[in-house]
C-alpha cells in the first residue's frame, strides 16, 4: 500500500516537473525571439530630393535624436534661398514705396479738390455776376436803339427810318423776336440765387448765350439799315448810328465776357472731375494689387527654397546604431549623385 502510493507521489510530480519544463521552453523561445527582433528593428533614411552627397556618418557610430547622419551638397539650395529671400525685399520695399505713393497722393487729391471746388465757386460767381451786368446792359442797349421804332416795345412796333418794305417788316420782326429774348434773359438770370450751383449757373449761361445771339443778329440787321441810309447826314441819322454802335459794342462786350467766365467754370468742373475721379490714385492702387501678388509668388518662392535647403540635411529620427541599408552592400561614398526617396544608411534601434 505504501509503495503505490509512493508510485503515485512521483508520477505526480514527474508530470509537474515536465510542465513546467515545456512552459519554460516556450516563454523563453518566445522571449528570446522578441529580443532578437527588438534587437533587429532598422529603419532606412533617405534623403527627400536628389543631390550630390556631401557628408556621410560612418557605420557602427551610436547617434542620438536629431543627429545629422548625412547631408547633400547645398550651395545650389542656399543660393537658390539667398536670391528668393533678395527678390522677396526688392518686391517688399517696392510695395511699401507704392503705399507711400497712394498715400501722398490721395492726400494731395484731397487738398486739390478742396482748392478746385473754391476756384469753381468763385468764378461760377463771378459768371453770376456776369449775366446780370450783361442782361442790364444789353436791355439798356435795345432801348438806344428803339429810337429808331414806334411803339418799340409792342407787339406792333414801326420802322421810323427809311428802308424798302422787306427790310422795314424783318427790322420790326426782329424787334419782336428781341423782346422775347430779353423777356427770356431776364428770366433766366433772375433765377440765379446763393443756392445755385455752378452747373446751375452755367445752364443759364448757355441760354443767356443764345438770347445774346438772337439780339446780336437783331442789331446787325439794324446796321445793315444804317449802312443804306448813311447818307442822310440828320441828326437823326447820327443819333440812330451813335445808339446802334453803342448797343452793339454792350452786346457784344456782354457775350465776350460771358465766354470767357463760362470757360473759367468749365475748366474748374473738368478739373474738379478729374480730382475726385483720382485716375493716378487709381492706376496706384491697381499697381499695388499687382505689386501683391508679386510678394506673395516671393514669399512661396523663399518657403520653397528654405524646403529644398532643409531637406538637403538627413537627421536620425531616434537614436541608434548606423548600419548598411539591407538593399546596398555599403555606404554611398562622398560626391556620390543621390536619388530622392532611396536609402543611404540605416540607423538600428534598441543597440
Do not use: C
Not at 420802322?159 to 434773359?185: F, P, Y
Not at 445752364?203 to 439794324?222: C, H, K, M, P, R
Not at 499695388?288 to 538627413?314: F, G, W
Not at 548606423?322 to 530622392?340: D, H, Y
Amino acid at each position: 500500500m505504501l509503495f503505490r502510493l509512493k508510485l503515485v507521489v512521483f508520477f505526480a510530480l514527474g508530470v509537474i516537473v515536465g510542465f513546467l519544463l515545456a512552459f519554460g521552453r516556450v516563454h523563453w523561445a518566445a522571449y528570446l525571439q522578441s529580443f532578437s527582433a527588438t534587437a533587429s528593428s532598422r529603419t532606412d533614411l533617405a534623403f527627400p530630393v536628389s543631390g550630390t552627397l556631401a557628408f556621410i556618418m560612418p557605420t557602427g557610430k551610436k547617434v542620438a535624436t536629431g543627429d545629422i547622419v548625412a547631408e547633400l551638397t547645398d550651395r545650389d539650395a542656399s543660393s537658390a534661398l539667398v536670391a528668393a529671400q533678395s527678390a522677396l525685399t526688392v518686391e517688399k520695399a517696392k510695395q511699401t514705396e507704392i503705399a507711400t505713393l497712394i498715400a501722398n497722393q490721395q492726400m494731395l487729391t484731397r487738398q486739390a479738390k478742396n482748392h478746385i471746388q473754391i476756384t469753381l465757386i468763385a468764378d461760377s460767381r463771378r459768371l453770376a455776376g456776369t449775366l446780370a451786368v450783361a442782361s442790364s446792359s444789353v436791355s439798356s442797349a435795345i432801348t438806344k436803339s428803339d429810337a429808331l421804332f414806334a411803339d418799340a416795345t409792342s407787339s406792333n412796333p414801326q420802322l421810323l427810318v427809311s428802308a424798302d418794305k422787306l427790310s422795314a417788316a424783318a427790322a420790326e420782326s426782329g424787334r419782336v423776336a428781341v423782346s422775347a429774348s430779353i423777356g427770356h434773359l431776364v428770366l433766366i438770370v433772375g433765377s440765379i440765387s446763393a443756392s445755385s450751383t455752378p452747373a446751375d449757373v452755367l445752364t443759364v449761361a448757355t441760354g443767356a448765350s443764345a438770347d445774346l445771339a438772337e439780339i446780336q443778329l437783331f442789331l446787325e440787321s439794324l446796321n445793315f439799315l444804317q449802312k443804306e441810309n448813311s447818307g442822310t447826314a440828320t441828326s437823326s441819322g447820327l443819333l440812330w448810328t451813335s445808339n446802334l454802335a453803342s448797343a452793339q459794342a454792350s452786346v457784344s462786350g456782354a457775350i465776350q465776357s460771358i465766354f470767357t467766365d463760362e470757360g473759367k467754370v468749365v475748366v474748374d468742373q473738368a478739373a474738379l472731375e478729374s480730382a475726385i475721379g483720382g485716375v493716378s490714385v487709381t492706376q496706384l492702387l491697381a499697381e499695388d494689387v499687382a505689386e501683391q501678388k508679386l510678394v506673395a509668388a516671393a514669399q512661396v518662392a523663399v518657403s520653397n527654397a528654405s524646403s529644398t535647403l532643409a531637406a538637403s540635411v538627413l537627421r536620425a529620427p531616434m537614436s541608434g546604431t548606423l548600419a548598411v541599408p539591407a538593399t546596398l552592400s555599403a555606404l554611398p561614398t562622398i560626391g556620390k549623385i543621390i536619388i530622392a526617396n532611396q536609402p543611404v544608411i540605416s540607423l538600428e534601434s534598441g543597440q
